[in-house]
C-alpha cells in the first residue's frame, strides 16, 4: 500500500491549496477526487461559471442599457445563450486544468474515486467502475467541500425545479424565475437570468438581504436591484412547488397568512448548502460532527477529535467561501508541518457579484450596537468620485465604522462597482489593525474608484473629507 504524509479528500479550493503548501513544505502528499476535474464546486459549478455568466450578462446590459451614454450607438442586440455557455464552459476548463497543471508541478499524487475511510491512517478510493485501491497517510486532511440543500416542499428535478448546479447551464432564458432564498446564489444568478430577460421573483424567509451584515447598506444593495426589475417577497413562507406541464405553481404565504400561487417556468432553490460527507465514513471510525452536521475542528487548528485527522472549508463550521477554505488549507498545512498557521476571520471579506457590487469586511452597524461597541461613521457616495463619473457608474456608497476612542476599523461596507476589488485595501488594512486614519493619510492614485474608500475613512477619522 502506497504510504503519504498527507492525504487530502477533496481537491476543492481548501483541498488543492493545502495539498499545495504541504508539497511545498516538503510533504509527500496525495489528493483524492471523485470529481474528473478538479477544482471542487468553487472551479466547476461555483464561484467560476457563475462570474463568467455574470460578466457575459454585465456585457449585454452594458450593451442595451448604457453604451448609449458614451456616444456609442449599435445595431441590434442579440443574445447567443449557447456560445455564452460555450465560452463558460472553456473559462471553466481552463481554470480546472490549470489545477491539474499545479498538482504535476507540485508532484503531489491524483486519485480519481470516492475516498473512504477504513480506518485512522488508511483511505479506500472507489473508481466509478467500482475498481478500489487503498493508501494510507500519517495526516488526512477532510476537504470534501458542501452540495446544495433540498428540502421535500421543493422536490429538484433538475429541470423545472433546480439548483445552482443547473441555473448555471440552462440552455435558454427562462421566462419567469421563481428564486427561493435571498443569499448570494439568488441574487447572483438572479442577476444573470434577469438581465438576460427573464422576470426574477425572490420568495425569502427572512425580513431582509444579508443576514447580519449591516442593514442600510444591504437596503441599498436591495433599492438598487429593485430599481433594475428584481422582485423581493420578505417573510414569505414556501409551502411546495407543483410541476404543471412546463411550468411550475409555488404556493407561497406571506407574514399576514395570506396564501398565493405564484406560477413561474423555473424555481431555484438556493437556501443555503449542506456538507458533504455521504460515503466518507468518518462516522463510522468514530469522527466528532457539529449539530449541523460540519465535522468538528478545534478552533483555528483544524484538528478533529482524531488528532492525526483535520478538516478545512465548506466541511466546517464558518463562512462557505473560495477565500476562507483556501486560507484555511494553507494554514493546516503549515500546522501539519510544524509551523504556527493561522487564519484571521475578522479580515475575510464577503462580496456579491451583483452590478452594483456588495463587498464587506468586519462588524455592521447593529453588530456593534449588540456588542456595546461604540463607533464612529464615515461615509463617501460613488457620485462624488470622478472616475465612477467618468465610468458613468453613479450608483453607490462606502461606509468605514471605526472605533470611537481608538480610531480602529471594526467595519467596511461597499456597495459599487468594483467593490470586490475595492474590499482587498480594507482587508489588508484590517490585517495589520489599521485605523481609519492610516487609511485616510495613505496616497490613493487618482482618479480611482479606490479614493472613495479613503474619503470615507477621512470623513470616519474626524470628519475631514474633501471631496463630499
Ligand atoms: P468544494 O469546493 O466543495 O470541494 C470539495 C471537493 O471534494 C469536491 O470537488 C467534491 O467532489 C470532493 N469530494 C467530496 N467528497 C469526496 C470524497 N468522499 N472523496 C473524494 N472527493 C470528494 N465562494 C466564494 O468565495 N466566491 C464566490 O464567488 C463563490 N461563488 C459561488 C457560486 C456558486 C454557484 C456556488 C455553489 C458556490 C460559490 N462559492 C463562492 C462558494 C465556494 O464554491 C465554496 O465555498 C468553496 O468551493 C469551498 O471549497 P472546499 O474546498 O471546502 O469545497
Ligand atoms: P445563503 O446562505 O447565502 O442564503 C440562503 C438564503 O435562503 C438565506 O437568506 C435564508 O434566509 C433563505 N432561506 C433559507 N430557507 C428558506 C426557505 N425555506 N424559504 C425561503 N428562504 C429561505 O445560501 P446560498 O445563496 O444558497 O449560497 C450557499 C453558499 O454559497 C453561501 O454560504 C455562500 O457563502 C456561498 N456562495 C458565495 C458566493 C460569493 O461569495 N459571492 C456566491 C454564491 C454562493
Known sequence: MEQYEVIVIGAGPGGYVAAIRAAQLGKKVAIIEKRKTLGGTCLNVGCIPSKALLDSSEEYDKAKHKLGDHGITIGSIKIDIKKMMDRKDKVVGEVTSG??????????????GLGKFVSKTEIQITDDDGKTENISGTNIIIATGSTPIEI????????????????????SVPEHLIIVGAGVIGLELGSVWGRLGAKATIVELLPRLFGTADAAMAGLSQRILEKQGMNFLFETKVHGAKVKGKKVEVEIEDKEG??????GDKVLVSIGRRPNTDGLGAGEIGIEFTERGRVKVKPNHFQTNIPNIYAIGDVIDGPMLAHKAEDEGIAVAELIAGQFGHVNYRAIPSIVYTWPEVAWVGLGEEELKAQGIEYKVGKSVFKANARAKAMNEPDGQVKVLADKKTDKLLGVYIVGPRASDMIAEAAVAFEFGASAEDIARSTHAHPTLSEILREAAMDADAKWSIHS
Open 99 to 112: 489545477v491539474d497543471y499545479l498538482m504535476k508541478k507540485n508532484k503531489i499524487t491524483r486519485y480519481l
Open 152 to 171: 421535500p416542499p421543493l422536490p429538484v428535478d433538475g429541470k423545472n425545479i433546480i439548483t445552482s448546479d443547473h441555473a448555471i447551464a440552462l440552455d
Open 258 to 263: 395570506k396564501k398565493t400561487i405564484l406560477e
